[in-house]
T-cell receptor, first 114, second 113 residues
Framework: AQSVTQLDSQVPVFEEAPVELRCNYSSSVSVYLFWYVQYPNQGLQLLLKYLSGSTLVKGINGFEAEFNKSQTSFHLRKPSVHISDTAEYFCAVSVDTGRRALTFGSGTRLQVQP | DAGITQSPRHKVTETGTPVTLRCHQTENHRYMYWYRQDPGHGLRLIHYSYGVKDTDKGEVSDGYSVSRSKTEDFLLTLESATSSQTSVYFC????????????FGNGTRLTVT
């Protein structure tokens, strides 16, 4: 079975600073990787996904993530954050065999301060 | 919200009472899911469905049952609610491929007193 670990439960950062949210996964088979964002009192919204090909994936709102197979990581980055990026971010993994459902990490709360 | 409606949005109920949450989609997607979200745990899969009358258990299925009699509706039932089932419940839908992303509803906040 696959699993996801988000290494930081909270990340405080100042506006216009860069940020990295860390995600590691474990799986015995090839994976598909996703990042979702959740704004207060809302459902989750897809930020970006890695299926195959280029290991650098660009998503919405200026976010990007890099797939590193040897390190089993899929870290999310943004070069300059805005107050509006304050939200909870979830990393998730899916595999092509067995149960067809995403496995989520425990989430990272990004707090952007002025 | 990709045509997903969850009802009710909020519910308070007493321990021991039955509760049914409804998820309705207008996208004609085959896969539907129920997750619960709790602080420190992220989202955990309760049950999912891969077609009408076809369902399977997730990692936290104890105390929950589901039904899917139509493509568009997926019901989650707590037969006898307990305080440990106080949570935010999310329905999601997806296409048939493992790489299809999930699209989520806005959630149901359930409080069991």
């Amino acid at each position: 079975a696959q699993s996801v670990t988000q290494l930081d439960s909270q990340v405080p950062v100042f506006e216009e600073a860069p940020v990295e949210l860390r995600c590691n996964y474990s799986s015995s088979v090839s994976v598909y990787l996703f990042w979702y964002v959740q704004y207060p009192n809302q459902g989750l919204q897809l930020l970006l996904k890695y299926l195959s090909g280029s290991t650098l994936v660009k998503g919405i709102n200026g976010f990007e993530a890099e797939f590193n197979k040897s390190q089993t990581s899929f870290h999310l980055r943004k070069p300059s954050v805005h107050i509006s990026d304050t939200a909870e971010y979830f990393c998730a993994v899916s595999v092509d065999t067995g149960r067809r459902a995403l496995t989520f990490g425990s989430g990272t709360r990004l707090q952007v301060q002025p | 919200d990709a045509g997903i409606t969850q009802s009710p949005r909020h519910k308070v109920t007493e321990t021991g009472t039955p509760v049914t949450l409804r998820c309705h989609q207008t996208e004609n997607h085959r896969y539907m899911y129920w997750y619960r979200q709790d602080p420190g745990h992220g989202l955990r899969l309760i049950h999912y469905s891969y077609g009408v009358k076809d369902t399977d258990k997730g990692e936290v299925s104890d105390g929950y049952s589901v039904s899917r009699s139509k493509t568009e509706d997926f019901l989650l039932t707590l037969e006898s609610a307990t305080s440990s089932q106080t949570s935010v419940y999310f329905c999601a839908i997806s296409g048939t491929d493992a790489y299809s992303p999930l699209h989520f509803g806005n959630g149901t906040r359930l409080t069991v007193t």
